[in-house]
């Protein structure tokens, strides 16, 4: 079973036919994410990890518990019924914070991630007119519907764990590399590294970012967090540090998020000279 949902997943990913439907969430809602205040805070550049993950607990809880009221009878029926509206209004938030992390993937995960929202969508639908079927005392109707979107929302949670656990989108792209536990020399004399260029150096089998800050040498993972770009490509702005890929920008002075689509702080690297050759170790946790 585990293979055919696999290959039903990247069969879906391999649909061109998603990129419709991508492009139209992309015209209507992709502005709302230009503003830098509205990105950081969908995506959990403030949490440390992304924000979609905790969000969808709200409405799959309250529907779930909606539904099981649901089966215990007429005195649970206001209780079910709330529960039911309160999971309609979190997945508002739930679904903003997704389509912030899904406006920064390409190919097969924006595909994968585009079935996954409209499979959300219209299970939202469904529970909307489940709402107005009960307020019309159609009970049995709105408790088919929610059903339906329980469903829906089962089969979209699916693809949601493929899109993470299988194609990488919103992991620490940093999260398995080892760390440097000795010094190690990167072979670059500190005169080498220049004021508003960044440069990515070796360190053994680890490569690093270099830069200076404040007129020191500074040393973080040569890899975003977000997706792995190459920060040693990307630019200095005002302190940071701008991924090429996907434009997230790490500060300089201690690895913070300032700008998503990441929400991971960089790696960062002590730092020291021996003979002007700048060698760095993985910094403890503080």
């Avoid at 991630?113 to 909307?128: E, I, R, S």
């Avoid at 089969?155 to 760390?179: C, E, K, N, Q």
């Amino acid at each position: 079973m585990a293979v055919a949902l696999h290959r039903l997943t990247e069969w879906i990913g391999q649909r061109p036919a998603l990129d419709k439907v991508g492009d139209g969430l992309m015209w209507v809602l992709g502005p709302t994410f230009n503003s830098r205040l509205v990105k950081n805070a969908a995506n959990g550049t403030w949490l440390g990890h992304p924000l979609h993950p905790l969000l969808v607990t709200l409405p799959i809880g309250t529907w779930v518990g909606s539904g099981l009221l649901d089966l215990l009878g007429e005195d649970n029926e206001q209780a079910a019924d709330t529960l039911l509206a309160t999971g309609v209004i979190s997945a508002l938030p739930t679904a903003m914070a997704g389509l912030a992390q899904w406006v920064d993937t390409y190919g097969p995960p924006r595909r994968v991630g585009a079935a996954h929202a409209l499979a959300n969508n219209v299970a939202v639908v469904l529970q909307l007119a489940s709402m107005v079927a009960r307020r019309r005392g159609r009970r049995g109707l709105g408790k088919g519907l929610s059903l339906g979107a329980l469903g829906l929302v089962a089969g979209a949670g699916y693809l949601g764990g493929h899109l993470s656990y299988v194609l990488g989108v919103g992991i620490d792209h940093t999260a398995f590399h080892d760390p440097v536990e000795d010094w190690t020399s990167t072979e670059v004399a500190a005169t080498a590294v220049e004021d508003g260029v960044p440069m990515t150096a070796q360190a053994g089998d680890r490569e690093v970012l270099l830069a200076r800050h404040g007129g020191e040498v500074v040393a973080y993972d040569a890899h975003c967090t977000h997706a792995g770009g190459p920060l040693g490509d990307g630019t200095i702005v005002d302190g940071c540090v701008r991924c090429p890929w996907h434009g997230s920008m790490f500060s300089l002075a201690d690895g913070s998020v300032v700008e998503a689509p990441a929400t991971t702080p960089q790696p960062r690297y002590d730092v020291r000279l021996s003979g002007g050759i700048v060698e760095v170790r993985s910094s403890s946790p503080a």
